[in-house]
């Protein structure tokens, strides 16, 4: 949109030698201005493989293997009774990126082109916490084979500094199924003060 501009005017007063240094000035200034497009053009895009938000002080993710079509869900519940999972994205000051369906939905279109995301990863940020004790559950959504699926349970603590508080592997077998991942404890300071694997059944009757 600019170079058109660009070029109209340039067009437009070739002739025209007195107007030389508006010209120069004008380009000056769109040189600026495109140099400030592009930075924050790279400000926004910084790398492509880091989904984390600035402000989450916590992400709790679950990544079953890549190309995988089976449905899994991440279900957390804050200390406050606040449920966040595919049927509510948004909950306190939870939220879960999206409801990943194995690899429904993993094929998008991008300008025209079609792009597979083989990716199979839930993810729920918590942007700010609260202390108190939150309960990480998994769903097997849908199961397509007999032998068990591995999904992996991380969560991270983002302030001051990334740590992994916690990293553990679930072998889920049927449909249906809910199993407590583990459940955490925050002090007042948002420090991890205790874990335990308590089961606690989040959506009753499994499926929606
Ligand atoms: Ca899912
Ligand atoms: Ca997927």
């Known amino acids: ?6 070029s ?12 030389a240094f508006t010209d120069l000035l ?15 053009s790279l400000i926004q895009n910084p790398q492509d493989g880091g989904n984390i938000e600035s402000k989450a002080e916590f992400i709790i993710s679950a990544e079953w293997e890549d190309h995988h079509p089976d449905d899994v869900d991440l279900i957390v519940e ?4 606040n449920i966040v999972y595919f049927q509510r994205q948004q909950a306190g000051l939870m939220h879960l990126d999206r409801d990943d369906r194995g690899t429904l939905a993993d094929r998008l279109i991008i300008d025209g082109v079609e ?3 083989p990716s199979n990863q839930e993810v729920v940020t918590i942007r700010g916490f609260m202390s108190g004790e939150y309960v990480v559950n998994l769903l097997y959504y849908k199961s397509n084979f007999i032998t068990p699926l ?22 889920l077998k049927r449909t ?4 407590t ?7 007042n300071k948002g420090i991890v003060a205790d874990l335990n694997y308590l089961q606690k059944p989040i959506i009753s009757g499994g499926v929606k």
């Open 115 to 117: 792009v597979e995301n």
């Open 181 to 187: 991942a583990v459940r955490f404890l925050l002090d």
């Open 8 to 19: 109209k005017k340039i067009l437009f007063h070739e002739d025209n030698s007195g107007d």
């Open 1 to 6: 949109m600019w170079k058109m501009t660009l």
């Open 150 to 171: 591995k999904v992996k349970v991380k969560i991270e603590k983002i302030n001051p500094k990334l740590e992994v508080v916690y990293f553990g592997d679930y072998y």
């Open 176 to 179: 249906g199924e809910e199993v």
């Open 78 to 81: 804050d200390p406050k009774g």
């Open 26 to 40: 004008f380009n000056a200034l769109l040189g600026f201005a495109f140099m400030f497009f592009i930075a924050f």
